[in-house]
């Protein structure tokens, strides 16, 4: 197998478990103004105290996957997008911080509340903004750029579209991990989410065909369109579905695994747009590919550490599954 196709399907999946994994803990401090009382909120806090930390490593690992298996993409990515990226490891710090203080604070409580609302909702953003400019293609290289060359209509828009799937998602895992109003009003909350997301990602895929010149023919040409045809039609199949089973008395745990059924569409039809570029009409991975010798150093620590990253995500996932009540231990 061609090492820079491997490397490339290894980064989105390290992209796709951060999204996933890392996305309903910050949408739950999005969440966080809906949810007022010191109680409601204890309880969501202790429903992700296990995991929130372990969510980050795909972070890390994604971005060392793409620092030393494709170097080019790495410095024009960052030199592109230097600004957004410090800010949103701003917004994590600021949640992290939060997170650990708030269980030790008495006084100070609702200001660590604030940091990790604000925390969570900056990092989304910021998160959902570098997206777009990725896809809608911002001119990578250092010096000539200004600060704010990555920010458009765009990107904005796919940073607040970020904070509305991330909060989706946290509602369907509220409803998997708590019981009575706190699962209720989660089910509420996202059934309105569900049907904004579902809009969303309609305004998103029209914006990029017509703006795409690129994706547009991937999607349109010759029966390309047909190919491809089942990716739009399950993501509207999984939204009703997602939508139904958030009624009066919702399924525990269905609405969880049906928003990332969402996601993972959503991702198949972004790297269907966008391949094979990492950086879209610069770099392909082929051109941002690291010399052959350094592919293959780094094949040994991949194949030894991604499955005890793997492993020990599912055990503890395992573990803590069920659930969670209100005592102090949280489980």
């Known amino acids: ?15 796709l478990m951060y999204v996933v994994l890392d996305g309903f ?28 930390d372990g969510n980050e490593t795909w972070l890390v690992f994604g971005g060392v996957v793409l620092f030393a298996a494709f170097p080019a993409a790495y410095a024009g990515i960052l030199a592109t997008l230097y600004t957004p990226i410090i800010i949103m490891l701003i917004g994590l710090i600021f949640r992290g911080v939060a997170f650990e203080y708030r269980f030790k604070s008495h006084r100070s409580k609702p200001w660590w509340d604030k940091s990790f609302f604000l925390g969570s909702t900056v990092a989304t953003f910021c998160q959902g903004a570098i997206l777009g400019a990725v896809v809608q293609g911002v001119e990578a290289g250092p010096g000539e750029l200004g600060a704010l060359e990555w920010l458009s209509p765009f990107s904005i828009f796919t940073g607040f579209a970020l ?61 390309n369109f047909l190919l491809l045809l089942p ?3 399950l993501s509207g199949l999984f939204g009703w579905l997602l939508y139904r ?35 879209p009409h610069q770099l392909t991975l082929w051109d941002a590919r690291a010399p052959d010798s350094s592919l293959l150093f780094l094949l040994p620590g991949i194949l030894i550490f991604l499955p005890l990253i793997c492993a020990y995500t599912l055990w503890g996932y395992r573990i803590f599954s069920g659930k969670v009540e209100d005592f102090e231990e949280g489980y």
């Open 163 to 223: 904070m509305v799937a991330y909060a989706l998602l946290a509602c369907c895992y509220l409803v998997m991990k708590s019981r009575g109003d706190i699962m209720a009003r989660a089910a509420g909350f996202g059934r309105k989410l569900v049907l904004t997301i579902m809009v969303i990602l309609v305004v998103v895929s029209l914006w990029t065909v017509l703006d795409n010149t690129e994706v547009r023919a991937r999607w349109f040409d010759g029966l």
């Open 25 to 52: 803990d910050l949408g739950l401090g999005i969440l966080y103004p809906w949810f007022k009382s010191e109680a409601e909120r204890d309880h969501m806090m202790r429903s992700i105290s296990h995991v929130w």
């Open 245 to 279: 089973d958030l009624d009066g008395q919702p399924h525990e745990t269905r609405p969880f695994w049906l928003a990332v059924g969402l996601f993972i569409l959503g991702f198949i039809g972004l790297v269907v747009g966008l391949f094979p570029y990492l950086i």
């Open 231 to 233: 990716l739009p039609l």
């Open 1 to 15: 197998m061609d090492l820079a196709l491997f490397y490339y399907l290894l980064l989105g999946f390290a992209v």
